[in-house]
């Protein structure tokens, strides 16, 4: 039986779990949440590999809620991989996976990313993490809450952040529009029926 130890130095191999056993790493209340909020295990595999050039590169996933993306970056590639999340819960649980499984280049922080400095990372990956405030459907837990005016100040700040970020940072997002994404970034492709979307910083 594939162990969770096993299944981390299994990415590394190229051999894919499923998302139904990936998501076992975490608490079943987060494991209902996995469709809707989670990325999936193959798109993260290949936004990690767009994103990841270099030992040295740090990339950035913008709401990273339990993880999941960070922690397959750090498990196929040698970049540095932050999530921010603003949900302490889940930036605590986070911070034990990476530990129980030493994950050393992984690193979360709690925090909103507004008050971050973008110019640090050579990549970003955002994966719509701000839709919770436009759909009920759609939230996470009981800190969510449905706000049209929240939800559009949060990606005017997406837009005032991203310019922040130096000439040729790569940029990858997974369900967002591309009115979303600031002029300042080149689209340069997409794939999965155009729901993974990949940029660079001109």
Do not use: W
């Not at 270099?54 to 397959?72: E, N, W």
């Not at 990606?155 to 009115?179: A, D, P, Q, W």
């Amino acid at each position: 039986m594939l162990t969770f130890a096993s299944m981390f130095e299994s990415l590394k191999l190229k051999k894919y779990p499923s998302d139904a056993r990936f998501d076992t790493i975490y608490p079943k209340k987060y494991q209902e949440h996995s469709a809707r909020h989670f990325t999936p295990v193959s798109i993260a595999v290949k936004a990690a590999r767009l994103l990841a050039d270099k030992p040295d590169d740090r990339i950035l996933d913008i709401g990273s809620g339990v993880g999941k993306v960070c922690c397959i970056g750090a498990s196929i590639t040698d970049a540095h991989f932050y999530g921010v999340e603003k949900r302490k819960t889940l930036t605590n649980l986070s911070n034990k996976i990476k530990r129980e499984y030493k994950l050393k280049n992984a690193h979360f922080i709690n925090a909103d990313f507004t008050t971050l400095d973008f110019s640090r990372f050579n990549g970003i990956y955002f994966f719509n993490s701000f839709h919770e405030h436009l759909d009920e459907t759609c939230v996470l837990d009981e800190t969510s809450r449905v706000s049209l005016s929240e939800y559009r100040n949060y990606h005017n700040s997406l837009k005032e952040k991203l310019n922040e970020c130096i000439k040729g940072t790569r940029l990858v997002t997974y369900y967002t529009f591309k009115n979303k994404i600031p002029a300042s970034f080149q689209f340069i492709d997409a794939n999965e029926t155009g729901l993974l979307k990949f940029y660079i910083k001109k």
